[in-house]
């Protein structure tokens, strides 16, 4: 497995699966089901999208989004935000664009082999503190480099002509987070470094 650039310790393995599962497969419903998940509209047993509440549907910051890469598409645009803010949903409308993590940990479903080596995804998947988010902004700024017209979604504010950060109340944040079985405490203290990133 590690030759195959897998992590062999378990929760780390799990994460990485998370990044290869396709929406609406039982690989992504079995992953959601090891993090306790079990209401994650990726799975194919999760309701149909008009039964989500509404502040999960991203029609206007789909537009808002939309106009922005339009108007810049000759100038590299990073687009940032904690975990569970809803890049990833956000993502999905935007085929110019790409995910950080896709990147970084690779993602066998569009052909990209991990930037990172196997040591240093085991390092970056577990606990969010501190050194682990200055490591992993070093290491995506070494590695990854935007280019102008295709935006990149991530946690890290990267060298760019424009920054877009997505941003959800903290109320909001939270509940997300207690929804996916995220630590709070981590996706809030993520949120606090980019937010001290980008001033």
Not at 55 to 64: C, L
Request: glycine letters at 8%; a negative charge.
């Amino acid at each position: 497995m590690l030759d195959a650039g897998w992590p062999t310790e378990p929760e780390a393995f799990v994460r990485h699966l998370k990044n290869l599962a396709p929406w609406r497969t039982t690989l992504f419903g079995l992953v959601a089901d090891a993090f306790g998940d079990k209401t994650n509209r990726g799975r194919t047993d999760a309701p149909p999208d008009e039964a989500v509440a509404p502040i999960e549907r991203p029609p206007s910051a789909v537009e808002t989004l939309r106009g922005i890469f339009a108007g810049n598409v000759s100038r590299r645009v990073c687009v940032v935000g904690t975990s569970c803010v809803g890049k990833s949903t956000l993502l999905a409308h935007f085929s110019e664009a790409v995910d950080m993590d896709d990147l970084l940990f690779g993602n066998e479903a569009t052909g990209l082999a991990p930037l990172l080596s196997p040591d240093e995804i085991a390092y970056v998947s577990g606990p969010w503190t501190r050194e682990v988010g200055d490591f992993m902004t070093r290491r995506a700024r070494e590695l990854i480099q935007i280019e102008p017209g295709r935006p990149v979604f991530g946690t890290v504010v990267f060298p760019a002509d424009l920054v877009v950060e997505i941003t959800v109340p903290d109320a909001i944040l939270r509940e997300r987070a207690a929804r996916r079985n995220a630590n709070v405490d981590d996706v809030l203290a993520m949120q606090e470094q980019i937010e001290a990133e980008i001033e």
